[in-house]
């Protein structure tokens, strides 16, 4: 603590309690407290346990309240006390000196308590339901300032790159690789991923995995994952569905930790998740469902009668003869204005997307509780929330020309003059994807490069960078060094040409086998 606070001064610390307790033993035991003792004696896995710090000089000073009637102690939940704001009174006896089992202090309130005494929040890995992992978290007005790198960043301290888990991906079954991997016992969201692709025919391809092939398959595993059938909604704002296939497969789960696990692990993120969704889980109260957002034909066509009702006695006619719909999501009743229609359309829209699948909801929680992401989310909701959504921002040319730093001959070399001219080819080619007049579009050069289709949300790492090769007349990448590699050729439709002949025909996006496969390939038409 004092590493991490200036003020905390030099003397001796109690640990205590939630109900001030100071800790020593297991509450009601002669067994000296460990934290596996505590949670086992709570008989619940908690994801966090909070206790509270303070000095010997502040524990001893307060108002002690001494009656011999009186000598049991509750030990209550953090929750619990914040409810009972009654004053906690114990027997302090000469067996409360510094060392020794027992010992309480009395407060006026528990908000006085909370304002003397500083609590730890004590987190492991283990998983544990919503419940526990989402009772203690608390928003930090101050980390909304922080960056998203800045927080995923913290977040990845978790991982241990000593230690990995290992997935075997074929490109045509993204999915059924990535479930076992996932699935495998020895898997584990704080190790470091190793991935490695097999063609269609089953070879392996060259080269272990640092990192190019293992962002490209979590970009891979997110745009499938967006179509799988625990979602629906628009393609641009998927909300959870319940799904009774995936509830005994527990794939809601799957696919919370797969988001969380691709997030802080540099890769993408899931970009397609509705904001009304996300809000939920964030704990934040808005609601902005559209009718837009129901893909039932019939149910859609109610809603928008009942949205577009001019008078009350067309409104009452659609609300009875659609009782049985409205009943069902709690939203059936007397209508005495025509204003009032706007609120039966949101309710329902509440109950459809959110309400009706709380179960599912969940269990997705419960995976995107994997490295602590759920946490932080709930805490930074406002800086994370976009990092789910859908964003209508696209990479420009701009972007990939700035953010890929060319690695140059020296000046006035020949080289130097060849490297300066492929240049300019490359700023040209990168206008043309933009404005779709080539058949490339700057996602699938960015893909080819580094393994990601846009930005990903921790930052790229490494930096970009731009190589010049003049033993190949088509476009190499290193997704591990994110290191594009551009041809050196002396026009620039020859250029353009290679550039998308390469990209296109990649086995795989940024495989450096790309300028063998092709280097004495005439490109086609």
């Known amino acids: 603590m004092k590493d991490f606070n200036k003020n905390l001064q030099d003397g001796l610390y109690f640990l205590l309690y939630p109900d001030g307790t100071k800790i020593v033993n ?7 407290f460990t934290l596996q003792a505590y949670k086992d004696a709570l008989g619940k896995a908690f994801q966090r346990i909070t206790v509270y710090i303070c000095s010997a000089q502040d524990f001893y000073s307060q108002d002690i309240s001494t009656d ?16 009972c704001s009654a004053d906690t009174v114990a027997e302090l006896s000469d067996s409360d000196a510094p060392g020794t089992s027992g010992g309480a202090m009395g407060t006026a309130c528990y908000s006085k308590y909370t304002e003397l005494y500083a609590p730890i929040v004590i987190e492991d890995d283990e998983d544990s339901d919503s419940e526990g992992a989402s009772q203690d978290f608390v928003k930090d007005p101050e980390g909304e300032h922080k960056s998203v790198s800045e927080i995923i960043a913290n977040l990845a301290l978790q991982i241990d790159h000593k230690a990995i888990s290992r997935f075997n991906i074929c490109r045509s079954e993204i999915w059924d690789g990535a479930v076992r991997g996932f699935k ?3 898997f584990s969201e704080a190790k470091d991923l190793l991935v490695k692709f097999s063609d269609d025919e089953g070879r392996f391809e060259e080269g272990l995995d640092t990192g190019g092939p293992k962002r490209e398959f979590l970009s891979l595993l997110m745009k499938t994952l967006s179509s799988r059938p625990i979602f629906d909604g628009p393609p641009e704002s998927r909300y959870i569905v319940y799904n009774s296939t ?13 988001i969380a696990v691709s997030i802080v692990h540099g890769g993408p993120a899931p970009n397609f998740l ?11 109260p808005t609601f902005k469902g559209s009718v837009g957002d129901i893909t039932d034909e019939e149910i859609g066509k109610v809603l928008k009668e009942i949205q577009n009702a001019s008078s009350l006695e067309t409104l009452q006619d659609l609300i009875v003869g659609n009782s049985t719909m409205l009943q069902t999501a709690g939203c ?15 309710e329902y829209l509440k109950w459809y997307i959110i309400d009706r699948n709380h179960s599912a909801i969940e269990r997705f929680k419960d995976g995107l509780g994997s490295l602590q992401f759920l946490s932080a989310l709930q805490q930074y909701p406002t800086v994370l929330t976009p990092v789910l959504c859908h964003s209508d921002t696209k990479l420009s040319a701009a972007d990939i020309e700035s953010l890929f730093k060319p690695e140059l001959s020296l000046k006035g070399s020949n080289m130097r003059a060849q490297q300066n001219k492929t240049i300019s080819f490359w700023a040209d080619y990168l206008l043309d994807c933009e404005a779709n007049e080539s058949a490339i579009t700057l996602e699938e050069i960015f893909m080819f490069a ?7 949300p921790s930052g790229m790492d490494p930096q970009p960078c731009l190589q010049f090769i003049s033993n190949s007349k088509y476009p190499m990448a290193n997704t591990c060094a994110n290191t594009l590699k551009l041809p050196i050729l002396d026009s620039y439709n020859t250029f353009k040409e290679n550039m998308n002949f390469g990209i296109k025909n990649s086995p795989g996006f940024g495989l450096c086998l790309i300028g063998q496969h092709f280097a004495n390939t005439v490109p086609t038409q």
Not at 246 to 258: F, K, Q, S
Not at 450 to 456: A, C, D, E, Q, Y
């Open 68 to 83: 011999s009637s009186d000598t049991e102690v509750t030990i209550t939940s953090g929750s619990a006390a914040k409810i």
């Open 332 to 346: 059936f009743r007397h209508i005495k204005s025509v204003k009032e229609k706007d609120s039966v359309v949101t």
């Open 184 to 186: 495998r016992g020895t």
């Open 26 to 32: 297991i509450p009601g035991t002669k067994t000296p």
């Open 246 to 258: 995936a509830i005994r497969e527990d794939e809601y789960r799957l696919a919370g930790m797969m």
């Open 450 to 456: 580094t393994g990601l289709p846009h930005m990903p």
């Open 274 to 284: 509705s904001q009304d969704l996300v809000n939920y889980i964030s704990g934040q």
